[in-house]
Nanobody, 122 residues
Framework: QVQLVESGGGLVQAGGSLKLSCAASGGTGRRYAIAWFRQAPGREREFVATISWASSYTYFGDSVRGRFTISRDNGKNMVYLQMNSLKPEDTAHYYC???????????????WGQGTQVTVSS
């Protein structure tokens, strides 16, 4: 069982930056890919970014590519999502998830955190 706890969300003006963190625990001995998804009210869950265990593979959703970066520190069991040039349309609840494969579908990931809210004001 893997537990995930997100932090770092908040209110930021358009054009600003935020760095989200995902703390992982449990699942000792397993090598999980970690992804970020987001969901705004009334909208479907959207893939944001994923990173493989060894950080050798990363992939981003079209709407964030070039603005967001993802990284991880396996020694600290942490994954980070650096969000730059934020736009009002980035406003959503952001979720961290863990799975065996670094896919782009929500059902590629078996474990989910409770999420953290990001609000971008115009």
């Amino acid at each position: 069982q893997v537990q995930l706890v997100e932090s770092g969300g908040g209110l930021v003006q358009a054009g600003g930056s935020l760095k989200l963190s995902c703390a992982a625990s449990g699942g000792t001995g397993r090598r999980y890919a970690i992804a970020w998804f987001r969901q705004a009210p009334g909208r479907e869950r959207e893939f944001v970014a994923t990173i493989s265990w060894a950080s050798s593979y990363t992939y981003f959703g079209d709407s964030v590519r070039g603005r967001f970066t993802i990284s991880r520190d396996n020694g600290k069991n942490m994954v980070y999502l650096q969000m730059n040039s934020l736009k009002p349309e980035d406003t959503a609840h952001y979720y961290c998830s863990a799975g065996q494969l670094a896919g782009t579908n929500w059902d590629d990931y078996a474990y989910w955190g409770q999420g953290t809210q990001v609000t971008v004001s115009s």
